[in-house]
């Protein structure tokens, strides 16, 4: 029963089913721990990546509010008057305000030759119509430096707008196009595999386990036989 | 013994990782080239080069085209007028001012019809540098396409996916040994295999073994 033999194999065979069990949750362990790391890795880059969108996001929206802000009625309202009161000097020669107001030197400057030796009645009278005239000429270029103002001006409502909304498309679309090079970038990281513990030779100490309990058991009979035997 | 674990696929994953990174280093160079290039087309199409100055010397060449022409009929329609009025012996009259004011109001008129058009081709010029720029916008996009980047850089990866080492168990590499268990232990080795391996190294040695080859 005591039998040496038998007791060494039985200590081996409980010795390996330790170490087995040893190396298993060595590598339970290990495994914990490179999922640990993994999920650390993941976070670390997910929570940059949100990062960085958020905060191309927020330039995209600043240069989209700002747009608004600029577009927005009162602001276009004032945007127009500007340039009608730019168009209306712009458009008609500083000689025709002149006339306009009534500037002597100008209207004398009209007359036709022959009419310097009118008299005063006639001269008055010519200056007077077209002073008239060119309040009325005044008037319809005034009309059409409003309607310009509108459309199609250097400055107008439509070249505006649209000029506005270029250059924060622009800022958009920068912002659009990082945002899709991080998400890519940020893909390729989310790619990344953990590490997969794999116990090598795992198999050896089971195998080992087994030997030794086979032997043990095969010492333990003989021992047992023969001391049958004896008696 | 065996039983020792091991991280199995950590040069891939390294790899995996070493993509990454490129990966994003190399979206910061994209984006700094990105931001290089849309300041060099914001410069380009500036002020500094299109400016005010650029279209109100487009606008004042047009100006200078269409006014002379202008200026031209006024003074021939106004010869012409000065002269009829003349001989209808009208010069000095009332009549002379209608006609004169007539003159007069067309010009003005004229004139600013033909500012407000050189107004909206200067517009249009601006609109014409405008989409210059966006060409030169849309290029620069395209040269820095984030699709293709991203393609690059999942492919790379993906592809060392392909030629992943082989991470599965090695199997029984080593056979079980019992020590001090020769004859039991023969059937499994052979006796002179088992007997070599416990035959002690020196006079002075212990009966352990080494294992070669």
């Known amino acids: 029963m005591c039998d040496p033999v038998s007791m060494i194999g039985l200590a081996l065979s409980v010795g390996m089913a330790y ?22 890795y993941q976070r670390r880059q997910a929570a940059d990546f949100q990062r960085r969108d958020e905060a191309l996001r927020k330039n995209a929206e600043a240069a989209r509010t700002s747009s608004l802000e600029e577009l927005a009625p009162d602001k276009q309202k004032k945007a127009q008057e500007n340039e009608e009161a730019r168009l209306k000097e712009d458009l008609s020669s500083e000689d025709l305000a002149n006339m306009e107001k009534g500037d002597p030197n100008t209207l004398a400057s009209k007359l036709l030759s022959g009419q310097e030796g009118a008299g005063d009645y006639a001269k ?7 002073q008239q005239a ?38 958009i679309r920068l912002a659009g196009n990082e945002r ?11 790619a990344v595999e953990p590490i997969k513990i794999v116990q090598h030779g795992g198999q050896s100490l089971g195998a080992g386990a087994a030997a030794g309990a086979q032997i043990a058991g095969g010492g333990l009979g003989n021992a047992m036989a023969a001391g049958m035997a004896s008696t | 013994m065996g039983g020792k674990s091991g991280p199995s696929n950590n040069q891939m994953v390294q790899f995996q990782m070493e993509q990454a990174r490129k990966a994003e280093q190399k979206e910061n160079l994209r984006q700094a080239r990105l931001d ?79 500012r407000a058009k050189a107004d909206t081709d200067t517009a249009a010029l601006r609109q014409s540098i405008a989409s210059q720029q966006q060409q030169a916008y849309n290029q620069l996009y395209q040269t820095e396409d984030p699709t293709v980047a991203a393609n690059t850089a999942a492919n790379s990866a993906a592809n060392a996916q392909l030629t992943q080492p082989n991470t599965g168990a090695l ?43």
């Open chain 1, 124 to 130: 008055t009278n010519i200056q007077a119509q077209i």
């Open chain 1, 180 to 190: 899709a090079g991080e998400l890519a970038a940020y893909n390729v990281a989310k």
């Open chain 1, 19 to 40: 170490a087995n069990y040893a190396a298993q949750q060595d590598m339970a362990n290990q495994q914990q721990a490179a999922n640990d790391s993994w999920v650390d």
């Open chain 2, 171 to 213: 199997g029984d590499m080593f056979k079980p040994i019992v020590i001090g268990l020769g004859s039991a232990a023969a059937p499994v080795y052979g006796a002179s295999q088992a007997n070599s391996y416990l035959n002690p190294k020196s006079p002075m040695g212990s009966g352990s073994y080494t294992q070669t080859g």
């Open chain 2, 36 to 114: 290089q290039g849309k300041g060099a087309i914001d410069e380009l199409f500036g002020p500094d080069n299109f400016g005010d100055e650029f279209f109100n010397k487009y606008k004042d060449a047009s100006l200078n085209y269409a006014l002379p022409q202008l200026e031209g009929q006024y003074d021939t329609a106004k010869s012409g007028m000065t002269a009829d009025l003349a001989r209808a012996g009208l010069l000095r009259s009332s009549s002379a001012g209608y006609a004169q004011g007539l003159l007069e109001n067309q010009n003005a008129v004229n004139e600013g019809g033909l």
């Open chain 1, 134 to 171: 060119a309040i009325e000429a005044r008037q319809r270029i005034q009309a059409l430096a409003a309607v310009q103002s509108y459309g199609g001006s250097q400055f107008g409502l439509t070249n505006r707008a649209n000029s506005i909304l270029n250059a924060s498309g622009q800022d």
